[in-house]
């Protein structure tokens, strides 16, 4: 009995992390109309107050030519990996210190793992 109520908790944990990671595309583009598209465009090479982030997720901080970067985000050597992106997303400014992304972050963990399924479409 003590060994299935075990497997079912592990079960249960696996579950929901895995959900976690998982996001849903189509979720994450409403999530970004909402939250992120007065700064950023998604076509290449359209640059608003934020750079543009068509193909973002794999691709290097601070590299889409003619965009005025920060230092700050030009001293940022950590590629735009899912992983990257979910601890960036959550506190923006905390994340990379001195960055010029006004915006205080996606607290909500789906709803980062939501707009990173839809940037990862972006390509
Ligand atoms: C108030 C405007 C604003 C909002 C809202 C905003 N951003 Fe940004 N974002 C910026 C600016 C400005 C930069 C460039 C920061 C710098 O150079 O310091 C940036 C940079 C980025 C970068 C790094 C891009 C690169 O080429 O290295 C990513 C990724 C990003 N934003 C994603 C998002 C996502 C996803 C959202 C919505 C959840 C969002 N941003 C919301 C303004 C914004």
């Not at 696996?14 to 409403?30: E, I, N, Q, R, W």
């Not at 359209?46 to 001293?75: C, E, I, Q, T």
């Not at 006004?102 to 709803?111: H, Q, V």
């Amino acid at each position: 009995m003590m060994g299935r109520k075990i497997l079912l908790a592990l079960l249960a944990c696996f579950l929901s992390s895995a959900a976690a990671a998982d996001g849903d595309a189509a979720t994450g583009k409403a999530v970004f109309a909402r939250t992120c598209q007065n700064c950023h465009a998604v076509e290449i090479g359209v640059n608003k107050v934020g750079p543009s982030l068509w193909n973002v997720v794999g691709r290097a901080p601070a590299s889409v030519p003619d965009f005025a970067y920060s230092d700050a985000m030009k001293a940022n050597k950590d590629v735009w990996t899912a992983t990257a992106l979910d601890a960036y997303l959550a506190d923006p400014r905390g994340d990379v210190h001195g960055v010029r992304m006004f915006f205080k972050g996606l607290p909500e963990p789906s709803d980062r793992a939501d707009v990173i399924a839809y940037l990862q479409t972006l390509r």
